[in-house]
């Protein structure tokens, strides 16, 4: 049963297009969706006319820039949830199967005891 509620919850996940929001290679994670980082400009002061068409590059990256970080903050919150419940769960089952053990153990040591 618990083996079904974690592959519906996979599913349900990548349905829904929350599964491995990013990459995580090499020591590094990165978005996967969310495009390539915008350049940044640079400020021309050669003369009034450059210098407006820079602030205006400006002004068109701080967009482009307001989405890719948008998407990036959005993929890795749902990377660490993953993660998380991922490792909650793992450590759940681990303390049910010690538990499991134990029980199985103190009831044949008291089947031994008997002999």
Same mark, same amino acid.
């Given at each position: 049963?618990?083996?079904?509620?974690?592959?519906?919850?996979?599913?349900?996940?990548?349905?829904?297009?929350?599964?491995?929001?990013?990459?995580?290679?090499?020591?590094?994670?990165?978005?996967?969706?969310?495009?390539?980082?915008?350049?940044?400009?640079?400020? @021309?002061?050669?003369?009034?006319?450059?210098?407006? $068409? /820079? &602030?205006? %590059? !400006?002004?068109?990256?701080?967009?482009? +820039? =307001?989405?890719?970080?948008?998407?990036?903050?959005?993929?890795?919150?749902?990377?660490?949830?993953?993660?998380?419940?991922? @490792?909650?769960?793992?450590?759940?089952?681990?303390? $049910? /199967? &010690?538990? %499991? !053990?134990?029980?199985?153990?103190?009831? +044949? =040591?008291?089947?031994?005891?008997?002999?």
């Amino acid at each position: 049963m618990k083996l079904f509620a974690l592959i519906f919850s996979l599913l349900l996940a990548q349905a829904t297009g929350l599964a491995h929001a990013g990459t995580l290679a090499n020591g590094g994670w990165s978005p996967k969706n969310c495009g390539v980082k915008p350049d940044e400009p640079t400020i @021309a002061d050669d003369n009034v006319e450059a210098f407006n $068409k /820079s &602030v205006a %590059a !400006i002004n068109n990256w701080q967009q482009q +820039a =307001k989405v890719y970080f948008e998407c990036l903050i959005k993929e890795a919150n749902t990377d660490n949830a993953i993660i998380a419940d991922t @490792a909650n769960k793992r450590q759940a089952d681990y303390r $049910k /199967s &010690v538990e %499991a !053990i134990g029980v199985a153990a103190d009831a +044949a =040591k008291k089947k031994l005891d008997k002999q």
